[in-house]
C-alpha cells in the first residue's frame, strides 16, 4: 500500500475505511429514491427514441454503491476508486451485453451514486470514431447536473450527447434497428 501524497499510511487507511462503510449503508432502495418509478419510465421512452434514431444500443446503469468485492480490494489493496469505478462500469457493460451488436457500437451509461462517479463504456466499433477527449467532455457535462442533484437532466443529457456520435457514424436510414436490447435502465 503507497499512501497518496501528502498522506500518512494510518489516515489513508482511515479514508478507505469510511469510504467502504458510506458504500454498505447504500443500497438499492437509495437508487430507487434518485430514480423513482416514473423518472425510469421517462428515461426508457427518450433511449427507445434515441435508438430509433441509430443502429446502436444505448444501456443507463444506476447503482449506489460498489459491490463489496470492489470495496475489499479499495481497502486491502489501496486501489483507487477511480479505477474500480471504470472496472465495475466496465463489467456491468458485459453483464448487460452492451457488447452485443451487430455494429459494435453500444454504449453504457453508468454512474456511481455514493461517490457521485459516471463512466461512459462504449463498443469498439463506436470507441474507434470518438477520441477520448470527446468521452471525458460529455462526462464533464454529466457531472455538472449530477452535482447539483438534477440526475433526470444528467442522464438525459448523457444520452443526447451518447446519441449523435451514433446517428452521425451509424445512422438508422442506413438499416433498421432491430432494439436488441431493452431500453429502461438498470437499478442496483
Not at 463489496?68 to 457493460?93: C, G, I, K, N
Not at 447536473?145 to 438508422?172: K, M, N
Amino acid at each position: 500500500m503507497h499512501p497518496a501524497a501528502g498522506e500518512s499510511t494510518v489516515d489513508g487507511v482511515w479514508t478507505r475505511l469510511w469510504r467502504c462503510v458510506r458504500h454498505r449503508w447504500a443500497d438499492e432502495s437509495d437508487t430507487r429514491k434518485v430514480i423513482d418509478a416514473a423518472m425510469l419510465e421517462r428515461l426508457a421512452s427518450r433511449v427507445a427514441a434515441s435508438e430509433r434514431r441509430h443502429t446502436g444500443e444505448v444501456r443507463i446503469y444506476v447503482e449506489a454503491s460498489l459491490p463489496l468485492s470492489y470495496l475489499w480490494r479499495h481497502l486491502r489493496d489501496a486501489t483507487p476508486v477511480t479505477q474500480l469505478v471504470r472496472e465495475r462500469a466496465t463489467a456491468m457493460f458485459g453483464h448487460l451485453r452492451v457488447w452485443d451488436t451487430e455494429h459494435n457500437n453500444g454504449v453504457l451509461i453508468y454512474l456511481l451514486l455514493t461517490e457521485h462517479e459516471i463512466e461512459l463504456v462504449a463498443d469498439r466499433g463506436l470507441n474507434q470514431l470518438v477520441s477520448a477527449g470527446q468521452w471525458q467532455e460529455m462526462v464533464g457535462h454529466m457531472g455538472a447536473a449530477f452535482a447539483q442533484g438534477r440526475f433526470e437532466d444528467g442522464l438525459t443529457q448523457a444520452l443526447a450527447e451518447v446519441s449523435a456520435p451514433l446517428v452521425q457514424h451509424f445512422p438508422a436510414d442506413a438499416e433498421p434497428n432491430a432494439n436488441a436490447l431493452p431500453d429502461t435502465p438498470v437499478l442496483g
